[in-house]
C-alpha cells in the first residue's frame, strides 16, 4: 500500500477536490489570536493528534459590516493548494470579462479554383480551454465531480458525453459550406499566440480533450479481456490492452506505459469483476500536431480532402506573417467565460487555471504568459482594493513552493466580488456543498445540514515524508462563502498546514475535518440569524 501511495502523492498535489464532509470526533484549543473566539467544536478538531505539529488558519467575516466572527492567525500565510484558483480566476474573470469568447479562426492561404484551393488551411489558436469538447447542446459546459484530467490519482473519475472532437468537427463542416472541397496542399496549426510557460501542466494555444488520451477499462468476466474503450481516436495514435478481468473483489490495477513519441499507449493490469469502469489517461505530447491530424481526419469526415499526408510534425514553417487577403473560411466560437470559469473553479481544473494567465496576457498584446501575473496584481490593488503583498503566485493552479495565500486576503476578496453586479454568477461558479463540482460528491443527504450553503474552492497539497513512511498533508484549506438561512452571506477561509497522516485514510480524514469546520461555521450563521444576531 505504501509503496503505492509513495508514487501517487505527487499528482495529488492541488486536487482541491473536498474529499468529504460532516463526520469525525473532537479535542481541545490550540493557540489562537484574539479577533473571535472559536466554537468548542471547531478547537476539539485542531487538537487532535495529527495536527500536533501543524497550524491552522481561520477567518469568518460579515461582509455586510465587516464584522469578524471567528478567527485565527488571519494575517500569516498559509500555503493555499488550489484555493489559488480563486485569485487567479478572479483576475481573468475581470481582464477578460464573464462574456468572452473565443473565436479561433480557419483561414485559406493560396489560390481557390472553384472547390478545390491550392494552399494551406490555416487553423489559428486562440487559447480555447475545451473547443466544443464539453459544450453541452444548451451552450453550456460539462463537467463531472472527478474530472478525467484527475483519472490517473482519483478513483472515481469519468467522462463527459460530449464529442472532444466536436468543435473540429464543427469547423471541417464550415470549410465544407465555404465550398471547398480538395485542399491541393496542407493544414497548419498556427500556435503562435503564446510560447508555453514551464509550469505544469502546460498550457498550449490550441487544447484538444485537454490535452490528454482517454482510456476506459469496462471488466467483463473473470479471466477475460476487460473491454477497451478510448478517445479522441486520432491518428497516429493507438491503443493496446492487456487488462484482465478477475474475481469481485479482486484488485483492480491498471498501468499505462507509452512509446516514447506518446502515440503507442499500453495497457496492463487486472480489474475486477465488480468494478465499475476504470478510466485512465495518457498525455498528448505534441498537441499541434495532433490537432492537425485531428483536423484532416475531421475534414474528411465533412467531404474535404486534403492531399498532404494526415500524420507527421505540424509544418508550422509555412506559415505566413499575417492573414491580410487570406479568406477566412471557418471559425469555432467558444462559450462565455464564465463557463470556463465555473469549469476550472468547479473540478479544480489545472490546466485551465494555467491558461487563464496566457489568456490575460495575450490580451495585453504579450506571448510571455507569466505577462499576466502584473495584470491580477493591478486588479488586486486598484480595482479589489485590496494589498497584493497578502498573495505570493508562481502559477495559475497552485502548485509551485512559492505559492501562499493570508485568510485575511482571500476573505477580502471573496468580499470584493459581493459588492459587484457579477456577485451571484462568481459565487455560483464555485463547488457547492451536495450539489455541484467536487463538492457534489459529499453532503448529498437531504439531512445534511449544509447541502446547497457552501459555495467554496477546497485545495490540497500532499507528500510522501520518506524518513517516517507517512503522508505529509502540507496543505488542505477551504475559501468561499457560507449562506445562512435568510440568504445573508458571510466569507471564510479556514486551512491546515503541516498535517500528518499514517495512510490515505487518514488524508481523508484531514479532508474530512477541514469540510466539517466549515459545515459547523455555516450552522453556526444560521443560528446567530435565527436569534437575529447582526452586530
Known sequence: MRSRIRGRVRTWATVGAALAVVAGTAAAAPPRNADGGLPPEITAIMNKPAYRNAQWGLLEVDPANGRVVHSQYPDQF?????????????GAWHALGPDRRFTTPV??????D????????????????????????DGSVDFTPIDHTY??????????????????????????????????????????????????????????????????STPTSPGQPAQLTWRPQ???????????????????????????????????????????????ISQVKDPNA????????????????????????????????????????????????????KLI??????????????NIATLQGSTNCFDGFPVIRDFLANTAQLDPTQFQMADGRGDVPVDRVTPAGLNQLLAYWLRTPDADAFRTSLPILGVSGTG???????????????????????????????????????????????????TFFVGVNGAAAPDIQGFFDVNDDVDRIAVILQQEACAEHRNGHRA
Open 234 to 280: 486520432v491518428a497516429p495514435y493507438h491503443v493496446t490492452s492487456d487488462v484482465r478481468t478477475v474475481e469481485a473483489g479482486g484488485a483492480t490495477d491498471i498501468q499505462v506505459s507509452t512509446s516514447p513519441d506518446g502515440t503507442g499507449i499500453s495497457l496492463t493490469g487486472t480489474i475486477a469483476a465488480d468494478s465499475a469502469p476504470t478510466l485512465k
Open 440 to 490: 457534489a460528491l459529499y453532503c448529498t443527504s437531504d439531512d445534511c445540514p449544509a447541502k446547497g450553503k457552501v459555495f467554496a474552492k477546497p485545495g490540497t497539497i500532499i507528500g510522501f515524508d520518506e524518513l517516517n513512511q507517512q503522508l505529509a498533508v502540507n496543505a488542505q484549506t477551504y475559501a468561499g462563502y457560507l449562506e445562512a438561512e435568510d440568504g445573508h452571506l458571510f
Open 78 to 90: 498559509f500555503m493555499p493548494g488550489s484555493t489559488v484558483k480563486v485569485i487567479t480566476i478572479s
Open 345 to 358: 473553479l468547479n473540478v479544480s481544473h489545472n490546466l485551465g487555471a494555467n491558461l487563464a494567465l496566457c
Open 151 to 216: 483519472a490517473d490519482d482519483i478513483p472515481g473519475a469519468t467522462l463527459t458525453p460530449e464529442d472532444p472532437l466536436a468543435g473540429l468537427d464543427q469547423i471541417a463542416r464550415q470549410v465544407r459550406d465555404a465550398g471547398i472541397t480538395r485542399v491541393d496542399g496542407d493544414v497548419v496549426i498556427d500556435a503562435r499566440l503564446f510560447t508555453p510557460p514551464p509550469i505544469s501542466p502546460q498550457p498550449t494555444p490550441l487544447i484538444v480533450n485537454d490535452n490528454v488520451i482517454d482510456l476506459l
Open 290 to 341: 495532433f490537432g492537425r491530424t485531428a483536423l484532416i481526419e475531421a475534414l474528411g469526415r465533412a467531404g474535404v480532402t486534403v492531399t498532404a499526408p494526415p500524420t507527421g510534425p505540424n509544418p508550422d514553417g509555412a506559415l505566413p506573417a499575417d492573414y491580410d487577403g487570406d479568406p477566412q473560411v471557418a471559425a469555432y466560437v467558444s462559450p462565455p467565460y464564465r463557463d470556463y470559469a
Open 107 to 112: 483561414h485559406a492561404i493560396g489560390r481557390l
Open 114 to 137: 472553384g472547390s478545390t484551393l491550392t494552399g494551406n488551411l490555416a487553423l489559428v489558436a486562440q487559447g480555447d480551454l475545451t473547443m466544443g469538447g464539453r459544450t453541452k447542446p
